[in-house]
């Protein structure tokens, strides 16, 4: 069994925000030597955070999207926000 974990950064953030915040993760059984591709979908509603004006929202930006099995090996994607 290996679990895949999707992460997310906020590169333009206007309040303090975590590094990594964990949006997803996935359990997928896999025999020895097996490789299996696994898709997640993000939208803007898993983008969404309380601002400094207390509105839970999500803001335009930079984000950085990282997957892989824990938080330090992992693939990362870039993109905006608008």
């Known amino acids: 069994m290996e679990t895949v ?3 997310v ?4 953030e206007s309040v303090a925000r975590p590094i990594k ?3 997803a ?3 997928v059984e896999l025999a020895s030597d097996e ?3 696994v898709a997640f979908r993000l939208t803007r509603e898993d983008l969404k955070f309380y601002t400094k004006e207390m509105l839970f929202a999500a ?5 950085i999207v990282f997957v892989g099995p824990n938080v330090t090996e992992v693939q990362e994607e ?3 926000l608008s």
């Open 5 to 7: 974990q999707l992460y």
């Open 35 to 37: 490789e299996k591709e």
């Open 25 to 27: 993760f996935r359990k």
């Open 78 to 80: 870039r993109f905006t």
């Open 59 to 63: 803001e335009s930006g930079k984000f």
């Open 9 to 12: 950064q906020d590169m333009v």
């Open 21 to 23: 915040e964990l949006k």
